[in-house]
């Protein structure tokens, strides 16, 4: 079955920096987008950054734009979000999801994910 594994969750301070990977597996089809969401306690799930490929297109939050950047490895089953000037509202479960295809506007819509990863915790505090 198709399996996504995150990792690079952890502590960090306000204003750092973490890495984040998504490693798919079992995945064969080449078109597909990457999806990063994040859920804190008492809070809705919601979309952070999406990568779609082999077109390229990128969408990210307003939240984060300008402060996260999601790219893949040369491996293109990897996902990676590189996350900088962190905040404390930045704290929650980060999961990764990936779906073969998607229409715009629900590219922040968990619902219409298939498969999820388990998720990693960030937590940034002083």
């Known amino acids: 079955q198709v399996h996504l594994a995150e990792s690079g969750g952890g502590p960090v301070q306000i204003g750092g920096s973490l890495r984040l990977s998504c490693v798919v597996t079992e995945y064969s089809e080449s078109n597909r987008c990457l999806t990063w969401f994040r859920q804190a306690p008492g809070k809705e799930r919601e979309g952070v950054a999406a990568f779609c490929t082999p077109s390229g297109w990128i969408k990210y939050a307003d939240s984060v734009r300008g402060r996260f950047i999601i790219t893949l490895d040369r491996d293109d089953n990897t996902g990676i979000l590189i996350m900088s000037h962190l905040r404390p509202n930045d704290t929650a479960v980060y999961y990764c999801?990936?779906?073969?295809?998607?229409?715009?506007?629900?590219?922040?819509?968990?619902?219409?994910?298939?498969?999820w990863g388990q998720g990693t915790q960030v937590t940034v505090s002083s």
């Open positions: 999801a990936a779906v073969p295809s998607i229409r715009v506007p629900d590219i922040f819509t968990a619902s219409k994910y298939p498969y």
